[in-house]
């Protein structure tokens, strides 16, 4: 029994590791060793409830968690002393969350959002038992403000929620908050929310320049980020930070925990909150700048070599995502490629080289020529 054991999870080991290269198409980091944090494996970590306010249970990393937060209320320009989060299960969570806080703030709000929005949306929205109109998407991506403004203007009566993109996750467009803003301003849009669904390049959008707007200076309210897209963990996880005065309507406290319970989960990972901590700290922000910089160099490596034997390749500005036709099924699988109806993608997350991609472009042409079985 106990070497059948060993059999098993030497195998499944043996598949990971040689499936994890030919990850081209999901937005995952791989570049971490965080082998200093396996110690903390030992023990039954979890942050049970709410991250600043300590709980009667102290097996925990909420000091950590805390300084996550604190770092990236200062990266997303929050108010000083207006800012709160959490560290979520991942940026569907951090969705989820902050149209909960939206609800509460305008519990007959209609939520407006793009076509190109991730699935997961749609199901935190029939959750939440939140009407919701769906706004036509630009060719890149991103949303069609005129579709939007529209919209909006037959509806004035009703406080407005915009669940905005950055990042889209088909072709990493970038909705512009800062537009949405000038929305509200000519409707005379009083009441009015913006949750910022930052899943993919929430990460890396404030180290991109020109800067785009997204961030509590822009006017979002509340922001959500997968951590281990551009950050890297080995278990999936997120952040979500939101206005400090929007969650403090929400909140309600427990006995049995001595905190409050202002998260979506009870329990909550506190090994996850370590990965984080640990690439934040040892990166800083000049590091997390740089590792910006090196993808999107990568990318513009990727972009070029892909119109060589696909001219009609293409990417948005400043993103890490490169679009291709999507091509047939055997080298969808045998690249994990993330597909769409028409278009496929491969994305130049941290830890992709260069030689995968000139191995992928390198299939590409062999599939274009009808010959990819030849390859392996
Ligand atoms: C990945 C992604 C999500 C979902 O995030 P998870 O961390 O997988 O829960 C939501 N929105 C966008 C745009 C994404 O790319």
């Known amino acids: 029994m106990t070497s059948n054991t060993s059999q098993v999870l030497k195998d499944l080991l043996d598949e990971i590791s040689s499936r994890s290269p030919m ?10 060793d965080y082998s200093e944090l396996l110690p903390f494996l030992e023990y039954p970590l979890n942050n049970v409830g709410d991250p600043f306010i300590p709980s009667t249970y102290a097996v925990g990393s909420r000091e950590l968690e805390k300084q996550v937060i604190e770092f990236l209320a200062r990266l997303f320009r929050a108010k000083e002393d207006n800012w709160w989060g959490y560290v979520t299960n991942g940026g ?9 806080l939206a609800r509460e703030l305008y519990p007959k709000a209609i939520v407006y959002y793009s076509e190109a929005t991730h699935y997961s949306v749609q199901k935190n929205l029939h959750l939440l038992n939140m009407p919701n109109i769906a706004i036509r998407s630009q ?10 403004e529209k919209t909006i203007s037959i509806n004035r009566q009703v406080p407005v929620i915009i669940l905005a993109n950055i990042g889209t996750t088909m072709t990493e467009a970038r909705d512009d908050v800062a537009k949405m ?3 509200f301003k000519h409707l005379a849009i009083q009441h009015h929310y913006i949750h910022v669904d930052g899943a993919l390049s929430g990460g890396y959008a404030a180290f991109l320049e020109p800067r785009p707007a997204f961030d509590f200076e822009d006017g979002a309210d509340s ?3 997968s951590g281990h897209k551009f950050f890297g963990s080995p278990i999936p996880c997120g952040m979500v930070i939101a206005k400090k005065s929007h969650r403090d309507r929400i909140a309600s406290s427990v006995d049995y925990i001595g905190s409050l319970d202002t998260t979506i989960s009870g329990s ?11 690439t934040i700290s040892k990166l800083g922000m000049e590091g997390l700048r740089q590792r910006t910089m090196d993808c999107l160099d990568v990318a513009e490596y990727a972009e070029f070599i892909l119109k060589q034997a696909e001219p009609q390749a293409w990417r948005n500005p400043d993103t890490l995502t490169v679009n291709i036709p999507k091509p047939g099924e ?3 699988k ?6 769409g109806k028409e278009w496929a993608h491969i994305i130049c997350m941290p830890g992709m080289q260069k030689a995968q991609i000139d191995a992928f472009v390198k299939d590409l042409e062999l599939h274009k020529a009808g010959q990819l079985a030849l390859a392996h």
């Open 92 to 100: 569907s969570e951090g969705n989820l969350y902050g149209l909960y």
């Open 139 to 148: 060719a890149s991506g991103e949303i069609d403000y005129d579709d939007l």
């Open 23 to 32: 990850t081209m198409g999901y937005p995952v980091s791989k570049d971490f």
């Open 330 to 332: 055997e080298l969808i």
């Open 334 to 339: 045998k690249w994990q490629l993330a597909s």
């Open 223 to 225: 922001i959500a980020v």
């Open 268 to 278: 909550r990972n506190g090994h996850t909150p370590l990965f984080l901590w640990y």
């Open 181 to 183: 803003k000038t929305i």
